[in-house]
């Protein structure tokens, strides 16, 4: 079973994508870790689209879509999709990508989360450095102060793009472009909506009924 996560920056569609990937073994592909890698190891690419990141601007398809067709031709199993298509024409490279290797895509969950909920989310995020586990400072503090509750460590970093006025920026560009793709999907019968204002437990558990593998 293949997948989209649709939704605002701060939606949550890293944490279900990582519930999915550990619980359920799906591959979680995310476009946003494939750039973040590619500027952590300054290659060409991340040179490239280092700057735009940081403005919370999108990089363009052309690169985009070389990402994705190489990370899902490479792909065994199910996989779920984080951070792409955040366009109409990303959705229709998409479809082209998946028609061309014979892969369905059997849903797309949109994450419906407030925009005041979404700015306060964004800007409290951080991460170990160690082993990546996510925090928010208000809703998910580490145990001790200044520990990873995982690995102990006690190197945390924060997302350059997590700034406030980068997410207003982000969000801008969501309500732009990203929500047009969702009639896109409805008029297939492929969209399902998922409340995101509710506990991340209880997200989880909407999104597994919804795929059926609750
Ligand atoms: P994310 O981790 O999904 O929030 O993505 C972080 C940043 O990576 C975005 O703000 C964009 O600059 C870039 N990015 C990720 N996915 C895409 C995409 N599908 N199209 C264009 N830019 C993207």
Redesign the pocket.
């Known amino acids: 079973m293949n997948i989209v996560l649709l939704g605002a920056?701060g939606a949550g569609?890293?944490t279900q994508a990582s519930w999915l990937h550990v619980h359920h073994g799906f591959s979680h592909l995310?476009?946003?870790?494939m750039?973040?890698s590619q500027v952590a190891s300054s290659t060409p690419l991340g040179e490239k689209?280092k700057a735009?990141?940081e403005s919370?601007?999108?990089?363009?398809?052309s690169i985009?879509l070389e990402l994705?067709a190489s990370a899902i031709q490479s792909n065994r199993g199910s996989f779920v999709l984080?951070?792409?298509?955040?366009?109409i024409s990303?959705a229709e490279s998409l479809d082209k990508v998946l028609g061309e290797l014979n892969v369905a895509l059997d849903k797309v969950i949109l994450i419906e989360v407030n925009e005041g909920e979404l700015v306060k989310r964004v800007g409290g995020r951080f991460t170990c450095q160690q082993c990546l586990t996510g925090y928010h400072t208000e809703f998910k503090p580490t145990r001790t102060l200044g520990v990873c509750d995982v690995c102990g460590s006690t190197e945390f970093v924060r997302?350059s793009?997590d700034s406030v006025d980068t997410i207003k920026a982000?969000l801008e560009?969501f309500r732009r472009e990203t929500e047009m793709i969702i009639p896109y999907y409805e008029q297939r019968s492929l969209l399902a909506r998922v409340n995101g204002m509710v506990d991340i437990d209880e997200v989880t558990a909407n999104v597994e009924k919804l795929l059926g593998i609750a």
Not at 56 to 61: E, F, S
């Open positions: 920056p569609k890293g995310s476009t946003g870790d750039l973040r689209v735009v990141m919370g601007g999108l990089v363009p398809d985009m994705i984080d951070g792409y298509p955040r366009t990303q997302r793009d982000r560009i």
